[in-house]
T-cell receptor, first 114, second 118 residues
Framework: AQKITQTQPGMFVQEKEAVTLDCTYD???????LFWYKQPSSGEMIFLIY??????QNATEGRYSLNFQKARKSANLVISASQLGDSAMYFC???????????FGTGTKLQVIP | GAGVSQSPRYKVAKRGQDVALRCDPI?????LFWYQQALGQGPEFLTY????????KSGLPSDRFFAERPEGSVSTLKIQRTQQEDSAVYLC????????????????FGPGTRLTVT
């Protein structure tokens, strides 16, 4: 079975500050991937960043980085230099190589304050 | 290039009506997923297609839900005798990669169809 837990329903961050969104996961597979998606109020799901279970380096994409701690089964998203346009729902997702389905967390609503 | 498109964007149905939701994936993408997203929740997996084959339909909530992808491109999600609990956003996603290879795959999402059952 696959499970994703996002314990922060909502977060506030000051513009230009960094923020960390938490994500823990559970899977019995050795090969899996973790994704973060952004969903603005318009509803579209926008892919942000991906981390493979065998990747030795933490993934980075521009202002987004993924703090991957395999032993703790956590995959936190760090957004640096927050912008007003970062205000949105953020979803962590898990895909285990042995499964067809992708499991999403319940999301964290991030609000950036000017 | 064109992304994933879905139609209609909004659908209002009276309880008991049948609805059909369409997904046009990115050209050449072999994998196609359907998700149901209730208000304030994350997407919940419904079903997965690899080309025209429906390899996983474990997430379909009842036998009123049916999905097809007859030619391996466009997919239709059909809901028969709609109920109020079917009200949600239905998301379609496609991927150039296939599942079951032991590797995780990235997905590209469409804008969704918001279904409201009255």
């Amino acid at each position: 079975a696959q499970k994703i837990t996002q314990t922060q329903p909502g977060m506030f961050v000051q513009e230009k500050e960094a923020v960390t969104l938490d994500c823990t996961y559970d899977t019995s597979d050795q090969s899996y991937g973790l994704f973060w998606y952004k969903q603005p109020s318009s509803g579209e799901m926008i892919f942000l960043i991906y981390q493979g279970s065998y990747d030795e380096q933490n993934a980075t994409e521009g202002r987004y980085s993924l703090n991957f701690q395999k032993a703790r089964k956590s995959a936190n998203l760090v957004i640096s230099a927050s912008q007003l346009g970062d205000s949105a729902m953020y979803f962590c997702a898990l895909h285990s190589g042995g499964y067809q389905k992708v499991t999403f967390g319940t999301g964290t609503k991030l609000q950036v304050i000017p | 290039g064109a992304g994933v498109s879905q139609s209609p964007r909004y659908k209002v149905a009276k309880r008991g009506q049948d609805v059909a939701l369409r997904c046009d994936p990115i050209s050449g993408h072999v994998s196609l997923f359907w998700y149901q997203q209730a208000l304030g929740q994350g997407p919940e997996f419904l079903t997965y297609f690899q080309n025209e084959a429906q390899l996983d339909k474990s997430g379909l909530p009842s036998d009123r839900f049916f999905a097809e992808r007859p030619e391996g491109s466009v997919s239709t999600l059909k809901i028969q005798r709609t109920q109020q609990e079917d009200s949600a956003v239905y998301l379609c996603a496609s991927s150039p990669k296939t599942t079951g290879t032991g590797m995780a795959i990235e997905q590209y999402f469409g804008p969704g169809t918001r279904l409201t059952v009255t």
